[in-house]
Nanobody, 134 residues
Framework: VQLQASGGGLARPGRSLRLSCAASGFTFGNYAIGWFRQAPGKEREGVSCFVGGGDSTYYHDSVKGRFTISRDNTKNTVYLQMNNLTPEDTAVYYC????????????????????????????WGQGTLVTVSS
């Protein structure tokens, strides 16, 4: 399993960035892909997830309405479009999957929000740094 995240950089508040996660080494379309972020001094937290074999998506409340996850199974790539960025979005962003959980997104939902921790996903790519600053 290989996951390669890219697209991070410096953005001003209110602007946008699009992250990409290119995957290889497994049957991409069958497995959920999650995006996580880790800010300095904080735990890694789930941001969004796209199921495998379907079109359901999940978001943490902190990004709902601003971030959009999508996937292109022909390119084995998942994207995270991040709009209206704030300094609180500054973090290293990671993509992840877990081949023991075919199709569904690991983690849990409570109310309208998706929650996942590092322990919920087994395979990780290297991170890409997103810095939001004026």
């Amino acid at each position: 399993v290989q996951l390669q995240a890219s697209g991070g950089g410096l953005a001003r508040p209110g602007r946008s960035l699009r992250l990409s996660c290119a995957a290889s080494g497994f049957t991409f379309g069958n497995y959920a892909i999650g995006w996580f972020r880790q800010a300095p001094g904080k735990e890694r937290e789930g941001v969004s997830c796209f199921v495998g074999g379907g079109d359901s998506t999940y978001y943490h409340d902190s990004v709902k309405g601003r971030f959009t996850i999508s996937r292109d199974n022909t390119k084995n790539t998942v994207y995270l479009q991040m709009n209206n960025l704030t300094p609180e979005d500054t973090a290293v962003y990671y993509c992840a999957t877990d081949l023991s959980r075919r199709f569904r997104c690991p983690g849990s939902t409570f109310g309208s929000s998706w929650y996942a921790t590092r322990a919920d996903f087994a395979s990780w790519g290297q991170g890409t740094l997103v810095t939001v600053s004026s």
